[in-house]
């Protein structure tokens, strides 16, 4: 039963693979290729309390500072979880992604920006951190936030609906140094030893007002070919590592269902030995309760609860389980296995190449 799974797959994936390699390969522009998944951003009302639940549920070091706010080791490094402070008016959420790429260039990063119709955004004219939708914008973060003395530069790309993506070199970790790579050796270590360790990042989710568009800008500026799917949505890779990018809504997610605001859903991280039944067991420890069976809506703060996959969307015949909880602010976050790669089999670890 496997085996015709992956076939399966195998034959759903060919022709969108075909056609995404086709589209790369036709393309007259230069791409930005990128290699990783580097951080998230949380907009928390309470970085401390914030702090205190990270700390306290995966035992994560602080490896740098920007001012007073934390960027929490993820692993090994130099991946990291940053807490701010929520803004204005604004509400509780992911603020914004980051990813990772090779010999990370500016000035050609941004030339190749301006090759997709992407140009200078200015984040003082309500346009967010990168100046709005189709904009880039570059923060030179200086010392007094944790950056290099000159400034270190931060690159923040606004996609189609203006959803904020940072691009950074893959060294980077959030510190001072010309390209963020200098942060505190060894790290600050977490009062508590944690009772679950995170070992890097697996995927975001988005959701967005037009699928196609959003796919188009993705793979053309960042050449990610397409890693699985989950029924008709694509999940763009990010590097080679099994880390990528689901994009839902307008047109990718379920028929006759209406589109979503657009927004970054939620993030994903891994684990070694994943058992979503001891990984429950050990959220309600903490404190989380299970959402009700048949809750429909958002999930309250310090919530959890399992989605079983089903083949239709991509998952193994009796279901491929996806963990997911809630924080102090009701930021939802997923938890997965090492191997998982958004696909099918039992950790939704067969993807096809």
Known sequence: MEQEMTRRNLLLSLPAAAMASRALAQSSKSSIPVTGLSHMTLSVSDVKRSTEFYQGLFGMPIQ????????????????????????????????????????????????????????????????????????????????????????TAELYIGDPDGLVVQLQDSTYCGGAGKLGEVCMNPPEPSPTKGLLAMEDLSHFTIFVSDAKRSMDFYQSIFAMPIQAHQGPTPLLAVGSHGSFLTIAGGGAGRAGAPPPMPAINHVSFRMRNFDPEKVTKTLESYGLKQRPEGARGPAGPLETYISMRMPNRGGAPGGTPELYFTDPDGILLQIQDMSYCGGAGKMGEICVP
């Open 64 to 151: 740098a500072r920007q001012g007073t706010s934390p960027s929490l080791r993820i692993g090994p490094g130099p991946q990291f979880l940053f807490l701010g402070r929520v803004g204005g008016n604004g509400k509780p959420g992911i603020n914004h992604w980051c990813m990772f790429t090779d010999n990370f260039d500016l000035d050609k990063s941004l030339a190749i920006l301006e090759e997709h119709g992407v140009t200078k955004g200015d984040a003082g004219r309500g346009g967010g951190m990168s100046g709005g939708a189709m904009k880039a914008r570059v923060r030179m973060r200086g010392p007094e936030n944790g950056g290099a003395k000159d400034g």
